[in-house]
């Protein structure tokens, strides 16, 4: 998560953002298993092809042909690309975070491509509930619920500090 002191980006903004430590978790955890998924495949193709019942038998006989085939290269690429294959889907989950910019004039809630922004007049009070950020409109409905990884006392102490109301209770 980062936490810059205010006008760090140049707008008066503090931005916060998924912890970095999850996001080094994340890719330890998906490259990790997917570099274990290739050993399990590579040692276990051989039993997987005697069994009568295999789901997706044609994906297990092409590894099976490819590694084959490649010889002492073969299984290095089968762990390889375990390797890629978790590092996508690390890329993935992180990339599903959101970013969120918060100042005395608006919020930003930056995903993707995808970029909403609540001025301050529209916004009564904010708080954490279940996992989720939520905005709440002048008039008591939801403005915005946006689920993330950013700490709650991250959260409310940028808010606080940009004068939003916070529900500590939540």
């Not at 970095?20 to 997917?34: A, E, H, I, K, S």
């Amino acid at each position: 998560m980062t936490v810059p002191p205010a006008g760090a980006d140049g707008s008066g903004a503090t931005v916060l953002t998924y912890p970095r430590n999850d996001v080094v978790w994340t890719y330890v955890v998906l490259v990790g298993g997917g570099v274990a998924l290739g050993v399990v495949l590579h040692l276990l193709r051989g039993w997987l092809l005697s069994l009568d019942v295999l789901p997706w038998r044609g994906v297990v006989v092409t590894v099976d042909r490819v590694v084959d085939g490649w010889g002492a290269w073969g299984p290095i690429a089968l762990v390889a690309a375990g390797a890629l294959l978790g590092a996508l889907l690390a890329a993935a989950e992180v990339d599903k975070e959101p970013r969120v910019e918060v100042s005395r004039e608006r919020v930003v809630v930056v995903r993707g491509k995808s970029r909403r922004t609540y001025l301050r007049d529209d916004v009564r009070e904010a708080l954490r509930e279940d996992g989720a950020l939520v905005l709440l409109a002048t008039n008591g409905t939801e403005l915005a619920r946006v689920r993330t990884g950013i700490p709650a006392a991250d959260l409310e102490r940028a808010f606080r500090d940009a004068g939003y109301a916070w529900d500590p209770h939540a």
